[in-house]
T-cell receptor, first 111, second 114 residues
Framework: ETGVTQSPTHLIKTRGQQVTLRCSSQ?????VSWYQQALGQGPQFIFQ???????GRGNFPPRFSGLQFPNYSSELNVNALELDDSALYLC??????????FGDGTRLSIL | GEDVEQSLFLSVREGDSSVINCTYT??????LYWYKQEPGAGLQLLTY?????DMKQDQRLTVLLNKKDKHLSLRIADTQTGDSAIYFC??????????????FGGGTRLMVKP
């Protein structure tokens, strides 16, 4: 059974740029959630995708957007990057409300 | 509202038991979770408990839930140096059958001394 995989592992961008992060869900899972974890803090929920539709959103601005594909993989897109967007971005997958399993995250640094 | 709180730090000696505590505010929580995060890694699901249960045991891990006080604890028996990590408590609220969003505490750093 393949777990949740995220790419890239590390990324450096500058303010104003755009970034796309990718996530492959665990085999058999149909729901993907994205979280932002700033240094020294707990993860904060960004949004969740189920059957290719957004299924709930946390307190993040519209420049954070996402997609889910028919194979349940997902992308997180962030436009107009700001310094405060520097964080570990975590993807989690699950099946119909069962516990979420996390990938190792993408470390995004904004210069 | 949603708020999950944990103490920041816990230090124990190898072989002792560790107890990590968590309080939450939303009484409609359905499931409560414990995740472990090692340096540079993602979150590993340790265990979870349904809100109508009082206790769950899984090998060295024991979860206790006091729903009246909205208090959750994780006890690790015979703590080992490999248990050193940050432990996160998280709750979910009823969303729909598709999935539940997690609200995390700030994490408790567990240090195990040899």
């Amino acid at each position: 059974e393949t777990g949740v995989t995220q790419s890239p592992t590390h990324l450096i961008k500058t303010r104003g740029q755009q970034v796309t992060l990718r996530c492959s869900s665990q085999s058999g899972h149909n729901t993907v959630s994205w979280y932002q974890q700033a240094l020294g803090q707990g993860p904060q929920f960004i949004f969740q995708y189920y059957r290719e539709e957004e299924n709930g959103r946390g307190n993040f601005p519209p420049r954070f957007s996402g997609l889910q594909f028919p194979n349940y993989s997902s992308e997180l897109n962030v436009n107009a990057l700001e310094l405060d967007d520097s964080a570990l971005y975590l993807c989690a997958s699950s099946f119909n409300g069962q516990p979420q399993h996390f990938g190792d995250g993408t470390r995004l640094s904004i210069l | 509202g949603e708020d999950v709180e944990q103490s920041l730090f816990l230090s124990v000696r190898e072989g002792d038991s560790s107890v990590i505590n968590c309080t939450y505010t939303d009484s409609s929580s359905t499931y409560l979770y414990w995740y472990k995060q090692e340096p540079g890694a993602g979150l590993q699901l340790l265990t979870y408990i349904f809100s109508n249960m009082d206790m769950k045991q899984d090998q060295r891990l024991t979860v206790l839930l006091n729903k009246k006080d909205k208090h959750l604890s994780l006890r690790i028996a015979d703590t080992q140096t490999g248990d050193s990590a940050i432990y996160f408590c998280a709750e979910t609220l009823p969303q729909n059958n598709a999935g539940n969003m997690l609200t995390f505490g700030g994490g408790t750093r567990l240090m195990v001394k040899p």
